[in-house]
C-alpha cells in the first residue's frame, strides 16, 4: 500500500520553501494514498489538510494536530468517524462520498466543540430514517449539515424526538453491518476467483510458450506474432468483463479497480520499454567490420574538407536549446559518431585523422556542434600547387614567384647568399685608425682634420 512520504510532503510544499515543520496547508489529494500517517509528527502547525481522492480506509494519526481547522478526506474509503478527538480547533470537516454506514461514531465528535460545519453527503448512512434529525440532536455545536444551515427549530424538534430517532438509527445500522459483512465475504470470494483464474492463464501461457519442436522452428517469427494477436484479444476480452461485470459499490471494488487500473498501467509501461530496448538496437558497424553511415536523430550536416589549415571540420545542426550534456561525441581515426540523446549520428571520414588533437565546441550563435578533425598525414609544401597552375606563357611572373615561394618556405638560411658584417673586426679597424687607446681616439681624428 502507498503511504505518505517525507518526500511527497515536501514536494507538496513547494509554497513554504519545502518545509515541512512550519506547514500551516498542504494537499495531498489524487496521490493513491491507502494509508494516512506520519503528519502528526512532521508538520504540527497544520491548520488545512486536503486528502480527497485517495483510498484511505481509516481516520487515524491526525489526533495530535492541534491547530487543524479544516480536514478534507472526501471521496475515500472511510466506514467509520473516529480518532478526531485530538483536534481542539477543528472548525469544518468533510467526508463527503464515503462508506460511512455507522452513523452512531458522529458521537466521537461531540468532543469538537468548534465544529461547526459537516458534510455527509454520498454516504451510506444519509440514507437512513431521522438521519438529519440525529446528527442535528446529537452535535448540537453544528451550524451547517451538508451545507444547509440548521435553524434553531430544527434543532428543538430533533432534541424531542431523540431517543426514538436514535433507537431508529441503531435498527438500521446494524441490518447496514450485516450488509456490509457479507459484501466482504463475497469480495474475498471474487479475489480469489480472479486470483485463480490468472494462475491458469499463467500456467497455459507457460505450456504455450514452451520450446517448439526442430520442425517447427522455421516458423518461429509467425508464431511470434500470432501469439502476440492472442495476448492482445485476451487482454481486450478481460476488459471487457471487468468494466461490464456488475459489482456493488464498496471500498473492496473500489480497491479493486485502483488496483486493476494500476496493474494494466504496468503492464503497457513494460511493453513500452521493452519496444523502446529493441528499438535501440542500431546497426552502426556490419559483422565484416565496415562501418557504416548512421543518421538517426534525423540532423542537417556538413563535412568541410579545410585544405589551408590540413583539417577536416564537421558542422552537425543539432538543436539550440538541447543541453551538451546529452551530446557524446568520440571522433576515430577513420570515422565519428555523435550520440544525440542516445541516438547515434556516424559518418566516416574521407580521410584519417587524429582523434586526440580533435576538438568539439557549440556554436553560441546557431548552437551546432562543430567537430575539428586534423588530418594524419601532414602536407607541408602546400602552396607549390598554385605555382603550378600558372600558364606557362608567363614565364617571368612564374619564376618569380617560385623564387619566392622557395625562399618562404626554406628553414635554414644559406649563409653563402647573405654578407653578415663581421662583429669582432670593428674594434681593431678603430684601433688602426686611431693608433692608440679608444678614448684619445677623438683628438688625434680632429688633428688629421686640421
Partial sequence: FLSVTEDLVRRRAEHNNCEIFSLEEISLHQQEIEKLEHLDKWCRDLKILYLQNNLIPKLENVSKLKKLEYLN???????????????????????????????????SLKCNVHLKELFLMGNPCTEFEGYRQFVVATLRQLKYLDSKEIERSERIKALQNYPEVKWKIREQEQAYL????????????????????????????????????????????????????????????????FWEEPTPYTPESRLET??????????????????????????????????????????????????????IILDLAVYRHLDTSLLDVDVQPTYIRVLVKGKPFQLVLPEEVKPDSSCAKRSQTTGHLVVTMPKAKEIILAKQKVSASIKHSDCNTQQKTMRRSVQVEKLEVDPSKYSFPDVTKIIQEKERTGQGPIKLQPQKVTEVKK
Avoid at 492463464?201 to 494477436?229: A, V, Y
Avoid at 511493453?271 to 538517426?296: D, F, H, M, P
Wanted: glycine share 4%; net charge negative.
Fill in 73 to 107: 478526506v472526501a471521496l475515500n474509503n472511510i466506514e467509520r468517524i473516529e480518532n478526531l478527538e485530538g483536534c481542539e480547533e477543528l472548525k469544518k470537516l468533510d467526508l463527503t462520498a464515503n462508506f460511512i454506514g455507522e452513523l452512531s461514531s458522529i458521537e
Fill in 178 to 241: 450485516l450488509k456490509r459483512a457479507r459484501e466482504k465475504e463475497e469480495a474475498q470470494r471474487r479475489m480469489q476467483e480472479r486470483k485463480d483464474e490468472k494462475q491458469k492463464q499463467m500456467d497455459s501461457k507457460l505450456g504455450f510458450d514452451s520450446p517448439d519442436s526442430p520442425q517447427e522452428k522455421p516458423n518461429h517469427e509467425e508464431g511470434d506474432g500470432e501469439q502476440e494477436r492472442c495476448r492482445t484479444v485476451e487482454s481486450d476480452d478481460e476488459d471487457r468483463k
Fill in 258 to 311: 485502483h488496483r486493476y487500473i494500476e496493474e494494466k498501467r504496468r503492464a503497457k509501461d513494460n511493453i513500452r520499454e521493452s519496444k523502446k530496448k529493441e528499438k535501440t538496437a542500431w546497426t552502426l558497424v556490419t559483422a565484416e567490420g565496415k562501418v557504416l553511415n548512421v543518421n538517426v536523430p534525423k540532423l542537417h550536416f556538413s563535412l568541410k574538407d579545410d585544405e589551408e589549415n590540413n583539417q
